[in-house]
């Protein structure tokens, strides 16, 4: 019954599209736990874009509780890690050790995925919470992985946040000259209309941000 209630709701795009929350419980109390999980994780998804991050943790913890049951889910598994740090970013803080805990946990699961785009961010969870404790080495150790990720894929869209995330870190260093240079690198690559969503995914507009570091940058250097 559980499994056939899902499955209505499922078809039903305007149901599915407005609860995905209660087709995850159906699968889940079906037994379907791949159903279940790719319809929890799609539930935070759409809760962090509600920006209902006390929501988006719930959903993203019971997908997450479910995949570490699973077999041969890594990709996926580190995908919720990811959504699951974010959501905590919003809710606790950057600083927060609970979000510290769930980003340093989301790099050991993206070290063995093929995709650049999980890696990075990764890295930008673990190096917020480093700059909003003020642990300067720490920033710096993040943000050159970053940086070394784009030589193996110098394309992605999510180039500018290394850069931006690099930009900052020299910032905080006093080396104005070289902020600027990765802050300007950062602006020319990002694109408002197509990156618009990253927002989503790391909590800020990476244009303004990287203006609002650039210009006391510029101040600095006269």
């Known amino acids: 019954m559980h499994r056939r209630a899902a499955e209505i709701l499922r078809d039903e795009p305007e149901r599915a599209a407005a609860e995905p929350e209660i087709i995850a419980h159906h699968f889940t109390e079906a037994g379907l736990d791949d159903l279940a999980i790719e319809w929890w994780s799609e539930a935070g998804d759409q809760a962090l874009r509600r920006s209902a991050f006390q929501e988006a943790i719930a959903h993203l913890s019971k997908a997450i509780a479910m995949a570490d049951k699973a077999v041969g889910a890594k990709g996926q598994r580190a995908q919720l890690q990811i959504a699951y740090g974010n959501a905590l970013m919003a809710a606790r803080g950057y600083g927060a050790a609970e979000t510290a805990a769930a980003f340093a946990r989301a790099r050991e699961l993206a070290s063995g995925v093929e995709n650049p785009a999980d890696r990075l961010s990764t890295y930008y969870g673990l190096w917020a919470g480093h700059l909003l404790r003020g642990e300067l080495e720490a920033?710096?150790?993040?943000?050159?992985?970053?940086?070394?990720?784009?030589?193996?894929?110098?394309?992605?869209?999510?180039?500018?946040?290394?850069?931006?995330?690099?930009?900052?870190?020299?910032?905080?260093?006093?080396?104005?000259?070289?902020?600027?240079?990765?802050?300007?690198?950062?602006?020319?690559?990002?694109?408002?209309?197509?990156?618009?969503?990253?927002?989503?995914?790391?909590?800020?507009?990476?244009?303004?941000?990287?203006?609002?570091?650039?210009?006391?940058?510029?101040?600095?250097?006269?």
Not at 188 to 206: E, K, Q, S, V
């Open 139 to 222: 920033m710096d150790e993040v943000s050159s992985a970053a940086l070394e990720l784009l030589d193996h894929c110098p394309g992605i869209r999510e180039a500018s946040i290394a850069h931006r995330m690099r930009g900052t870190t020299h910032w905080y260093q006093g080396d104005f000259a070289n902020a600027r240079a990765h802050l300007e690198r950062a602006l020319a690559m990002f694109d408002p209309g197509r990156d618009g969503d990253l927002a989503f995914r790391f909590g800020h507009d990476i244009g303004v941000s990287c203006m609002a570091y650039l210009a006391p940058a510029l101040w600095a250097l006269g």
